[in-house]
């Protein structure tokens, strides 16, 4: 996590990338097998994966991972990932 660079606490130093600038994309990939992948991409830089990815999982309850900038999770989950992030203040686009 990012030290906020005026000293101000994060709440009040705005210089954080607000989720709501973010347009993600929730499609799903069918992999070897047939079995289906939920993808979510457009993430910048400032985001992270790591702890968001294990959040989705965990509200989800499945596996998956984070990996080239987008996160992964195992299974079809587009409908409960998307209430989950608008929740959170992201903007998602539909593919």
């Known amino acids: 996590m ?6 101000l606490p994060k709440e009040l130093s705005g210089l954080d990338e607000v989720p709501g600038q973010q347009v993600l994309k929730v499609y799903i990939d069918r ?6 992948m939920t993808i979510i991409e457009g993430f910048d830089s400032s985001t992270d994966l790591k ?3 294990k ?3 965990h509200s989800v ?4 991972t984070f990996k080239d900038e987008r996160i ?12 989950i992030l608008e929740e959170m203040g ?6």
Request: no cysteine; glycine share 12%; net charge positive.
């Open 90 to 95: 992201y903007v998602i686009e539909d593919k």
């Open 55 to 57: 959040e989705l999982k």
């Open 31 to 36: 992999r070897r097998y047939g079995k289906t």
């Open 51 to 53: 702890e968001l990815a």
């Open 61 to 64: 309850s499945t596996g998956g």
């Open 2 to 7: 990012k030290k906020p660079i005026s000293g």
């Open 72 to 83: 992964e999770l195992q299974g079809d989950h587009r409908e409960k990932v998307k209430r």
